[in-house]
């Protein structure tokens, strides 16, 4: 990772922008499974900034079938978007913790104002920002082609400017992305019309079948290419139904035929190897799914390994 050895957490404990219950747990389950005591094992400080304050779903009246929550998603991920800049001031990682991963609206939208400040440009379209997003799903529906109106299959269409006005212009209007810049690893459950918006997007896409031929350190390294060309900033979201349901069963979306256990690590000790890592986000781990909290251990594991883990 880069060289700021102050790791600042934050966790959004978020159930809204998935279709089951108990990803909002997620957070807590995380740290309990060791992440302060892993991280400080790498010669990292931890600065822990509690969890953001949400309600619970049922508290709230559902008013568009077609974006669920959107009002309060859109203001955990404004506050979130808020948040972010801040937690850089002192040389500081951000590590956010979901939660599911509509979040990653807000996470993106803070780094992007980040970046613009940065480098004195107006906080106006894409930053200069690599990402490297990890997920089983394309991420990329909108509220008119989405099956389930279920936002946390639309952060990626947010993010490129195509969504809610309530979700697109957090932290300012428009794109967040850089399609040249973003690159997703892991896909396997897209739908038809997920994969022509992918197609359009022109987006960096590798799926599962890339990563069986060509292997996953392969796949990596190339999207380091992309993700890190100009780009200022490197970002990492991993959401764990990346990973194969027998590793991780602790996720609201499990699909066989995901990451080992050894393919989720190697690649994110090759994105810990490039030193330019700058930020990272852990997404849909759901203790109420989970078996004695594997999952949310795997998921200290595989952030511990971004951070600089190593076998030897």
């Known amino acids: 990772m880069s060289n700021n050895k102050t790791i600042h957490v934050i966790g959004v404990p978020m159930d809204h922008g998935a279709g089951r219950r108990g990803v909002g747990m997620g957070s807590a389950a995380i740290r309990i499974a060791g992440l302060h005591r892993r991280l400080r094992g790498l010669d990292y400080e931890v600065r ?39 937690m850089f001031e002192d040389g500081g990682f951000p590590l956010i913790l979901g939660g599911d991963h509509s979040i990653a609206i807000g996470t993106l939208s803070g780094l992007a104002l980040e970046q613009h400040r940065r480098a004195k440009t107006k906080p106006e379209g894409p930053p200069k920002l690599g990402v ?141 190897e490039t030193k330019r890592l700058s930020s990272m986000e852990m997404v849909e781990v759901n203790p109420a799914l989970d078996d004695a909290n594997k999952t949310a251990e795997l998921a200290v594991g595989l952030i511990a390994s971004a951070l600089g883990s190593r076998i030897l």
């Open 48 to 86: 822990d900034l509690g969890d953001l304050v949400i309600p619970a779903p049922e508290t709230r009246p559902q008013v568009d079938a077609k974006a669920k929550f959107l009002p309060l998603i859109a203001s955990t991920c404004s506050e979130l978007a808020e948040a972010v800049p801040g």
């Open 132 to 272: 490297i997003w990890f997920d089983a799903h394309g991420d990329i529906n909108r509220p008119d082609t989405s099956p389930s109106g279920n936002i946390h299959g639309m952060p990626v269409s947010c993010l490129l400017g195509q969504g809610p006005a309530a979700l697109t212009d957090i932290s300012y209007p428009g794109a967040k992305l850089d399609p040249g810049r973003f690159c997703q690893i892991g896909l396997r459950d897209i739908d038809a019309t997920e994969r022509r918006l992918l197609k359009e997007s022109g987006i960096r896409t590798y799926t599962m079948a890339d990563i069986d031929r060509r292997g996953m350190a392969t796949i990596v390294e190339e999207a380091l290419e992309y993700a890190l060309d100009g780009s200022d900033m490197l970002h990492c979201s991993f959401d764990i139904d990346s990973v194969d349901p027998r590793v991780a069963p602790g996720t609201g979306t499990p699909k066989l035929g995901g990451l080992t256990y050894r393919e989720a690590h190697l690649g994110l000790e090759i994105i810990a």
